[in-house]
């Protein structure tokens, strides 16, 4: 691996490095906390096709913070059961 991409602590332990990142950049990496997604209209279209696909795509990859929490509100009268049926159908399609 080229050196640019491994860097060593104080501890002497290696690394790793974004390859993208700018070097004069000099903001340290943090882990986000605690943190909720509050979706109003969350039976809808736009949840359906767009915003609970992505959600759960970054869920999958590991970028959201262990204690992150998606709240949604909808209009339509239906079951938590139902809800996650739908939901799981919608991230499948």
């Not at 993208?20 to 909720?36: F, K, M, Q, V």
């Not at 109003?40 to 992505?54: E, H, I, Q, S, Y």
């Not at 339509?76 to 919608?90: G, H, K, Y």
């Amino acid at each position: 691996m080229p050196e640019t991409e491994i860097g060593y602590r104080s501890t002497g332990k290696a690394t790793r490095r974004n390859p993208l990142r700018d070097p004069r950049d000099r903001r340290l990496n943090r882990i986000a906390g605690p943190s909720s997604l509050v979706l109003f209209g969350v039976t809808g279209d736009l949840a359906r096709k767009k915003l609970l696909p992505a959600v759960y795509d970054l869920a999958n990859r590991g970028l959201l913070p262990p204690s992150f929490a998606l709240v949604g509100f909808g209009r339509r009268d239906w079951s938590s059961e139902d809800f996650a049926n739908e939901v799981r159908a919608n991230v499948k399609a």
